[in-house]
């Protein structure tokens, strides 16, 4: 089993930018890939990017290129997510998730859920 815990969101300005990251408890880290996903209010669940068990492929919703970087360090057993140029269409709360199966960009997919860290980007 794995447990995650997100930190690292906040209030921002348009234009500014974050590190998310998640810690995961377990030695079993390493054999899941990662990903990271967020909600707005009112919103479904939208996939953001995710991150094979060693770092070395990564995948990012269209909408999420150039803005978005994901990597992981498996030595912390952490995932991060970087935004840059945040957007106030970028406010949600986002989540780490993990999973068995890499390229996964249905919730239905990851196993284990954080429980995610508000992002608020002001105009």
């Known amino acids: 089993q794995v447990q995650l815990v997100e930190s690292g969101g906040g209030l921002v300005q348009t234009g500014g930018s974050l590190r998310l990251s998640c810690a995961a408890s377990g030695r079993t880290f390493s054999s899941y890939a990662m990903g990271w996903f967020r909600q707005a209010p009112g919103k479904e669940r939208e996939f953001v990017a995710c991150?094979?068990?060693?770092?070395?492929?990564?995948y990012y919703a269209d909408s999420m290129k150039g803005r978005f970087t994901i990597s992981r360090d498996n030595a912390k057993n952490t995932v991060y997510l970087q935004i840059n140029s945040l957007k106030p269409d970028d406010t949600a709360v986002y989540y780490c998730?993990?999973?068995?199966?890499?390229?996964?960009?249905?919730?239905?997919?990851?196993?284990?859920w954080g429980q995610g860290t508000q992002v608020t980007v002001s105009s």
């Open positions: 998730a993990a999973s068995h199966k890499f390229k996964s960009w249905s919730t239905l997919e990851y196993d284990y």
């Open positions: 991150i094979s068990w060693n770092g070395g492929s990564l």
